[in-house]
Nanobody
Framework: QVQLVESGGGSVQAGGSLRLSCAAS????????VAWFRQAPGKERAGVAA???????FYADSVKARFTISQDIAENRVYLQMNRLSPEDTAMYYC??????????????????????WGRGTQVTVSS
């Protein structure tokens, strides 16, 4: 079972940037769909971005053109570069992965119940 560990969260002012990192315990390239989800207080967990193989497969409308998902294949890491952050981006961010039907899992809509493996999350707080 792959283990996922997120890092890179923190507190920033609106307009700032953060880069989240998800470190996997095994090779994930072309084996897993890897996605970022986020959950704000009082809200449901929602998909942010996903990646399978060498291509990003999903971005939530609210983050398009601001967030970029990428990977370091050699390091088994997936990143989420977040630019032009706003207070609405404040949430706990989770990395998730699945090797069961990774292609369909990575396709829109991104459904959290299709992901078997989860990290513990990293908090992102954006102040106005």
């Amino acid at each position: 079972q792959v283990q996922l560990v997120e890092s890179g969260g923190g507190s920033v002012q609106a307009g700032g940037s953060l880069r989240l990192s998800c470190a996997a315990s095994e090779v994930i390239y072309s084996r897993y769909c890897v996605a970022w989800f986020r959950q704000a207080p009082g809200k449901e967990r929602a998909g942010v971005a996903a990646l399978y193989g060498s291509e990003s497969t999903f971005y939530a409308d609210s983050v398009k053109a601001r967030f970029t998902i990428s990977q370091d294949i050699a390091e088994n890491r997936v990143y989420l570069q977040m630019n032009r952050l706003s207070p609405e981006d404040t949430a706990m961010y989770y990395c998730a992965a699945t090797s069961r039907a990774p292609g369909p899992a990575c396709a829109p809509p991104l459904i959290s119940t299709e992901f078997r493996f989860w990290g513990r999350g990293t908090q992102v707080t954006v102040s106005s």
